[in-house]
């Protein structure tokens, strides 16, 4: 299978799958549970989450460990099931996707603050040397460290995968519009920043999930493409921002709207496009569509 950075530089425009938890929500995951625990305890409702996405028509597909650091499942006291929950998300996701799609294993922050001195960069890179090994071992063949505010914990991410697997790295920070008009992270870090940051670490390819909608990533992509022509730059936009209803959250944006982003995207320099908190298999088929009607 060729890499995905190949893929891209052939002029392939990729589909990436949509959101996990909320699939998984409608499955009946109910907050306080922790989803990697799923991967073992309810092996087919992830399963058919993967399924699905790529019955949708995805080029790729994550894995239900974005949790799956020691320091995530330590909070459910299963911080000594790194190695087998992981593994067993990144076998569930290459059963679906089969030998001729990607499987994205999902990585994403601890928790803990280097800036509060609540872990060292070396307990970070030993944390995720554990995780990428995992996931590579159960079939994935890149890595998505997705969802990052702070520039040094991505960076011991992206250098536990570049030293420890063969796996393709993807990294992708989450950003917010501030008051000012500016793209940030919680942390402060611009798309610029990031960018030029995570190529040096070693990042195959970079962008942007989670916080906000496809609008707006428009505009964090063309941030990105004003300092870095050349790599390729994954987005996972949320559909639309989150409104809430009682004590959940939902996203207002439809299938059709999201696909309508879709050439916006692609002329802004996105190559790899997805989704996040909200999205479901049909707006995965929606982007499928668009990209169809563009070709």
């Known amino acids: 299978m060729k890499k995905i950075r190949d893929e891209v530089k052939e002029g392939r425009v990729l589909i990436s799958d ?9 499955g009946g995951f109910q907050p306080g549970e922790c989803l990697e625990l ?15 996405y790529i019955q949708a028509g995805a080029d790729m ?16 006291g299963l911080e000594d099931r790194v190695g087998e929950l992981n593994a067993a998300a990144a076998a569930i996701s290459r059963q679906a996707a089969g030998p001729g799609r990607h499987v994205l294993g999902s990585i994403g922050p601890t928790g803990k603050l280097l800036i509060m001195q609540e872990v060292t960069e070396a307990d970070l890179f030993e944390a995720f040397c554990d995780q990428v090994v995992a996931l590579e071992q159960g079939g994935a063949d890149a890595c998505c ?19 420890r697997t063969d796996l393709e790295i993807i ?7 501030t008051p000012k008009g500016e793209y940030r992270t919680i942390m402060g870090v611009t798309p610029a920043r990031m960018a030029g940051t995570m190529v040096e670490a070693g990042a195959d390819i970079i962008g942007a999930n989670c916080g906000i909608g496809m609008a707006r990533m428009v505009e964090v992509v063309r941030e990105i493409r004003a300092v870095d022509r050349l ?3 994954l987005v996972h ?3 639309g921002l989150p409104v809430m209803v009682g004590d959940r959250a939902t996203y207002p944006e439809t299938p059709e709207v999201t696909a309508a982003y879709f050439p916006r995207l692609v002329e802004a320099g996105a190559n790899i496009i997805g989704g996040c908190c909200g999205t479901t298999p049909a707006h995965i088929a929606a982007l499928v569509g668009a990209r169809r009607q563009q070709s």
């Open 145 to 163: 460290i997705e969802t990052f505010a702070d520039i040094d914990e991505a960076r011991c991410a992206v250098r536990a995968a570049k030293e």
């Open 237 to 239: 936009a949320n559909a």
């Open 61 to 76: 597909i994550e894995t239900n460990s974005f949790g799956g650091n020691r320091y995530k499942l330590a909070l459910y």
């Open 171 to 177: 990294c992708t920070f989450s950003f917010d519009k």
């Open 231 to 233: 790599t390729p730059i």
């Open 18 to 26: 949509g959101a996990w938890g909320t699939m998984l929500q409608q």
């Open 38 to 52: 799923w991967n073992v305890e309810m092996r087919e409702a992830v399963l058919a989450v993967a399924g699905a």
